[in-house]
């Protein structure tokens, strides 16, 4: 017999964490591991766009990363879960730092901020660092709230975001999209 997708037990709003604990569906804990879905679908969007094998291998193990993020956060910090849940490591935050600075090296200085834009694919890619601040705030909300939350998840997310910024820069440089400066009003 297949396995049904639907189980009608959030049919009134609320929803287990892993390790049983029930607890309503605007839940913080299930905002911020929601938000990281919804940065891993986005980031599966920017890698079906981009044509540089380097890049889409990166952005596939960044979202291996998220799903061991939204397992960890998932899971009801009081109670050990049964499942073993994947951990992040310091070398995926490494990762990250040595892609930033091989992109950073391949790139002009930034001499003025950039605005959103100049491709369809850069624009998907600054959209995902954006969702990727929110699910960074989600996370430090959760924190704030006295809710556990690994140190290395809020580094991760953080450096994920620099990541995506430089990669939208690097992308637009590929398909030689020009950068919009930001010209203020005066």
Known sequence: MAFKIYTKTGDKGNTSLIGGTKVPKSHLRIEAYG???EL?????LCRDLIMDDTSRAVLQEVQDRLFTIGSALACDPIKEPKM??????????HF?????DR???ALPPMKH???PGGHPTVSQLHIARCVCRRAERCCVRLELEGQEV?????????????????LARYTGQQ????EIPWKPRV
Not at 152 to 165: C, E, G, K, V
Request: proline fraction near 4%; charged fraction near 25%.
């Open 35 to 37: 938000t990281v879905d």
């Open 150 to 166: 690994e140190a290395i998840i809020l580094q991760y997310i953080n450096r994920l975001s620099d990541y995506l910024f430089m």
């Open 113 to 115: 901020f950039i605005l």
């Open 40 to 44: 891993n679908s986005y980031i599966g």
């Open 96 to 100: 990250l730092e040595k892609e930033i």
């Open 175 to 178: 398909l030689q999209a020009p």
């Open 103 to 105: 992109m950073t090296e």
């Open 84 to 93: 073993r849940i994947p951990d992040l490591k310091d070398t995926d935050i």
